[in-house]
């Protein structure tokens, strides 16, 4: 999965700490979506991102869940006061510009988040 | 509610063996993509399919779009232990922005 940088590749965090995992589409790459991917379940969107625009947010939790995409840096999925069934693989994928529906999706290696 | 119903959800078979997975919705998509999965890693892309009816060979891999663009079928010829893996069907809804739906995967084993 060259080019698509997600990091970290695991992260451990107690209930009610923060996560942040963090996002480095592939070169040239300005759109985002994140997955995720529950034990012995298929992966789920969460959201899809633009530099410095949430196009759709549809598939996010109310509340706890946020993502940013800014002008310079990483795409950022945040997790606030995390609970036990937080613990999952995050993915995100990135593509070019253009019609997003015929463009093939390249995925990052995720980040594995634990809850203790 | 799972949009993509991927059959089998196991396969095992011998090296040299042909095998076929299918993909199956109601929903009409934009385009399907194929992903193979190794534990610990992230979905790899092998094939995206748009124009309903289309073939792609890719090797011993040859993936088909149905003619209403709801389902797809991989096909792999003379299976090798290389094979081995979990392969993902993903669609994407018309005016869905790309996000996919993913079907449950059918996990590949292929033994020498």
């Known amino acids: 999965n060259a080019g698509v940088m997600q990091n970290p590749r695991h992260l451990v965090r107690r209930r009610g700490q923060e996560a942040r995992l963090r996002c480095s589409p592939m070169?040239?790459?300005?759109?985002v979506y994140w997955y995720r991917q529950l034990p012995e379940e298929g992966l789920k969107f969460m959201v899809y991102?633009?530099?410095?625009?949430?196009?759709?947010e549809s598939g996010m939790p109310k509340e706890r869940f946020s993502a940013e995409f800014p002008k310079e840096g990483p795409s950022i999925l945040r997790i606030q006061q995390v609970v036990r069934g937080d613990s999952a693989a995050y993915f995100c994928?990135?593509?070019?510009?253009?019609?997003?529906?015929?463009?093939?999706?390249?995925f990052g290696d995720g980040t594995r988040l634990s809850i203790l | 509610t799972q949009l993509l119903e991927q059959s089998p959800q196991f396969l095992s078979i011998q090296e040299g063996e042909n095998l076929t997975v299918y993909c199956n919705s109601s929903?009409?998509?934009?385009?399907l993509q194929w992903y193979r999965q190794e534990p610990g890693e992230g979905p790899v892309l092998l094939v995206t399919?748009?124009?309903?009816?289309e073939v792609k060979k890719l090797k011993r891999l040859t993936f088909q779009f149905g003619d209403a663009r709801k389902d797809s079928s991989l096909h792999i010829t003379a299976a090798q232990p290389g094979d081995t893996g979990l392969y993902l069907c993903?669609?994407?809804?018309?005016?869905?922005?790309?996000?996919?739906?993913f079907g449950a995967g059918t996990q590949v084993v292929v033994t020498p």
């Open positions: 994928a990135s593509i070019g510009g253009g019609a997003a529906t015929n463009q093939p999706q390249h």
């Open positions: 070169k040239g790459h300005s759109h």
């Open positions: 991102l633009q530099k410095e625009n949430i196009i759709d």
């Open positions: 929903s009409v998509f934009s385009s």
């Open positions: 399919v748009v124009t309903g009816g």
């Open positions: 993903a669609g994407a809804p018309t005016d869905s922005w790309g996000k996919l739906q």
